[in-house]
């Protein structure tokens, strides 16, 4: 993962690497949280029982549990594998050797821009770039356009949003674009630029066309466009494969919310505190803001019996959740659509997260943060906004949730509906 590999093939082998190396450290780690939780239970069997046959019954119980069985065979899978894969990984590391540090789907994206048919045709090359609500498409992006040889190759680099160019048209890029880039380099490579066009859905081939044709007519052949989306169907307006970007595995996913949650702690050492976190990550669905929101209120607290009331409470919540509304709500919220949460501290009464907003760093956020909203006492009135998180790489968005808690019934409209229907009321 940590190199500028151009040749395609040689990007598969780390990849396969990467994905063994997640599998194996979730294996292990839930192994031996079970285990520490088994010889825990018979340790206290053991210490309660009058009769030592029981104790022994119960002990050879514990060993050969057949989701132990499972885990170990499942282990030696995945270190058969990895074996297989390291024998075969001493051409691989002599090629990584010449190669400067970066991550594969950087590469590719820093490879089209970089290369590619410039100058040999009058069409722009166009670079689609898909995947779910955030996966890290607009992140990965920013992190491509900070990047010197990016920034060395084209004179400017423009991002675009949907809104900005519906009903308008040229010369939108110079007063609806919003510059990251202006080269400073007095040979700053003739004309070309960069067009970063970030979408949420689908867009119209007639609106596409215009502005297609807009950008086309306004620079140098060699000039390029990105265009992100979660919809599919942007792919058509690709002149090169698109990149696909998809959410963690859950292994993957488990490894980055233990970074995250222990920091300079070391997991080995709790293992209580490992199982429960694991079984936390199963919850949160692949969010990377619910993996930073949920680990940040974990550290502030490093007691079991706090952690326990956290995975109760996102069960709990999630699983009512589901039974209510037949969806997951972190899943509606990545769709942009509306859902339902708890708060810990007075779970009958829900707060509805209507829409997410993206704000760049130079905006103003909201003093109601979400860690503190669903794990502290405060309790907004009405509708408000939230600040989800801060991102702290770039393009350092914050995520602000527009959200209301509903006006709860007073007893009077409930006694008056009660007498209507001709209720004696408690």
Known sequence: MGWRITNQAMLQQPDMLRDAMHRGCYMIEAYRCQFHNKEKDKDHIVSHSSHSSKAISVQNFCFSSGTSTQILEEMNGVLDSLSSMVLDASELIVFLESYPACTMETELIINFLLHGESGSTEELEVLPIVGPGRVGKSTLVAHVCRDERIRNHF?????????????SEYPFFKERCGMKHQSSLSNSNSERRLLVVELIGDLDEDT??????????S?????????????????KFGTTRALTLKYLSHEAYWYFFKTLTFGSLDPKTHPRLTGIAMEISRTLNGSLIAANVTSLVLRGNIDIRFWCKVLAFLRGSYQKHVSRFGDHPIDLMNQNRP???ERIAARSEDFIVHCEHQRSSQEDVPEIKLHDLVYGGIKPQG??????????????YSYVYASEIPELKTKAAKRKRCMKNEVVPC
Do not use: G, N
């Open 208 to 217: 596409w066309d215009r502005l297609y044709s807009a950008f086309k007519w």
């Open 383 to 396: 509708k408000f906004e939230v600040l989800a998180w801060k991102s702290e790489i770039p393009p350092y």
């Open 339 to 341: 859902a339902h949460l």
């Open 155 to 167: 004179l400017e680099i423009f991002f675009l949003h949907k809104h900005d160019f519906i009903d």
């Open 219 to 235: 620079v140098h052949s060699s000039s390029k466009i990105i265009v992100t989306s979660r919809s599919d169907k942007i792919i």
